[in-house]
């Protein structure tokens, strides 16, 4: 049986040389944030927020969604929801029942070509993911006669959305880079894609996976005020009402109807006025495919901690360095860019044993580097030291959002690759937060809690709630009505052919 593991070792840094102790040193005085500093990031970002809600082309874009009421655990019916993650593309038919807060979900997942990702040609993409959906439909639905079924886009990346059933792309994140989709509706080629093969499905919504997993929490648990994502990219919605919101004034809605904003603040002080940057964050913002954006996010999100951690080794490695580190080592592995993702972290933070055994064997196997136990113990703090910068700086984004809508007592519902598998990282958000607001109680008041499925049960129950809008003839924020009509049934051969 392996040994029991515990939450961290004790470590001791007694037979660590004096030099590589003082670069831990320094490593701590460029990583850490204190207390304080987290209360003036807070405030900064406060007033980003505000500046976003007044005009459209503030620090951190602020769209409205056009999501505009919580689901009441009541909803029903069957949709698809599909989602175009980083690595996979998700399609799910999800059935709301009858059971208040319950649904059933089939779903199949099929993986994103990597060349996809920065394509010169968009209708590869488009056509790569509607052939998702046609096969999802070949195997689930073959020999069936379809309504066609109303589905939720969940598309997360930066959209300005006029009406929910448009989304005009801002800008590529997370590495994306195709060519001539920035500034157009993606809802256009995409439609055209599935009109094409003729599928049994009306796209109805374009979500973003933070709206959607403030949406599917809020299924279940009404104290629900923000949705979060700490994943490959890191994100927030929350829930407004039109007053508040002095861009959308213009469009004559009363001053107390909701609306779900998709804050997009992983471009948090792109102005570099708050944020602690190293030189290391400086040299993922000049090397990423969009330099000067994203600043909060390439501090603090999945696709970036490994590369962060990598820079830093690689700067201490060099021999002008001079210390030492991995001496007479091939680094060529180390060297790659990118060659490192968080999940590395995460195996080195979660070594148990003083010795480090584990975070030895990984740099042996994965990087072909045999590190000697002083090493071992930088590796390990630095590792500590990104992961929880991480958390405590987007922790502030949560705090922020509380702060700027006078909220003393929520949920947050969170999902994300680093949510949900990174060591310790709800404990050391929950300790920043405790930091910003000067909480001293047993229970904090404000807690960040997993969420449901967003991009699955979320973009279903968005389509939900959109539908149901129309059919109460309120048709705000609704580009096209047309999609709501309902549709004549469609034959699905047993070969899985679409008949029409
Ligand atoms: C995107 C957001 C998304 C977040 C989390 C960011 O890069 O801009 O739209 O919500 O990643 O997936």
């Not at 195997?139 to 959209?159: D, I, R, V």
């Not at 709800?426 to 930091?435: D, F, I, M, N, T």
């Amino acid at each position: 049986m392996p040994p029991r593991r515990t939450p961290s070792r004790r470590g001791s840094l007694a037979d660590v040389p004096k030099n590589l102790l003082d670069q831990i040193k320094e490593l701590e005085r460029q990583f850490t944030v204190p207390g304080e500093k987290l209360k003036e990031i807070t405030d900064h970002w406060v007033s980003e927020l505000e500046k976003g809600l007044e005009k459209d082309d503030g620090p951190i874009p602020q769209n409205p969604s056009w999501v505009m009421a919580f689901p009441d655990g009541n909803e029903t019916g069957t949709y698809l929801a599909l989602d175009m993650g980083g690595t996979n593309l998700r399609v799910c038919e999800v059935t709301l029942v009858e059971e208040k807060g319950e649904f059933d979900i089939i779903q199949s997942k099929y993986r994103m070509p990597e060349e996809l990702k920065t394509t010169d040609d968009q209708e590869e993409l488009w056509n790569y993911i509607a052939d998702c959906v046609q096969q999802f439909i070949a195997y689930h639905h073959a020999g069936e006669t379809m309504e066609p079924l109303p589905m939720g886009f969940t598309f997360s990346y930066p959209a300005t959305q006029n009406a929910i059933d448009h989304g005009v792309l801002q800008r590529w994140t997370k590495g994306f880079d195709i060519a001539g989709v920035e500034g157009t509706d993606v809802v256009i080629p995409f439609e055209a894609a599935l009109k094409k093969r003729n599928l049994p499905v009306e796209l109805t919504c374009i979500v973003n996976d933070t709206v959607g997993t403030m949406i599917a929490t809020a299924y279940t648990d009404p104290t629900v005020r923000i949705g979060h994502i700490f994943g490959t990219g890191c994100n927030a919605a929350y829930i407004d009402n039109i007053g508040h919101i002095p861009k959308l004034k213009h469009m004559g809605l009363a001053d107390d109807v909701p609306m779900a904003v998709n804050c997009e603040y992983g471009s948090f002080d792109n102005a570099h006025k708050v944020l602690p940057i190293t030189p290391y964050d400086r040299i993922v913002d000049k090397e990423s495919p969009r330099p000067g954006q994203q600043a909060m996010e390439k501090m603090t999100a999945g696709l970036y901690l490994g590369e962060i951690f990598r820079l830093v080794l690689c700067d201490l490695s060099a021999p002008n360095a001079d210390l030492g580190l991995f001496k007479d080592q091939d680094l060529k592995h180390l060297q790659k860019q990118y060659s490192l993702d968080s999940s590395f972290l995460s195996m080195i933070e979660e070594d148990p044993f003083e010795n480090l055994s584990e975070t030895h064997e990984l740099f042996k196997k994965q990087l072909s580097i045999d590190t000697t136990k002083p090493e071992l113990e930088l590796i390990r703090r630095l590792a500590e030291l990104v992961g929880t910068r991480a958390a405590r700086i987007s922790h502030c984004g949560v705090a922020a959002l509380c702060k700027m809508k006078g909220w003393t007592e929520c949920h947050v519902g969170a999902d994300g690759s680093v949510f949900t598998r990174y060591p310790h990282f709800k404990q050391r958000g929950a300790q920043a937060l405790r930091e910003i607001f000067g909480w001293t109680g047993r229970k904090d008041p404000i807690e960040v809690i997993p969420s449901e499925d967003g991009s699955g049960v979320g973009a279903a129950l968005i389509a939900a709630l959109t539908q149901k809008r129309t059919e109460e003839g309120i048709w705000a924020g609704i580009n096209d009505r047309e999609r709501f009509r309902k549709k004549p049934a469609v034959k699905i051969g047993e070969d899985g052919s679409i008949q029409s």
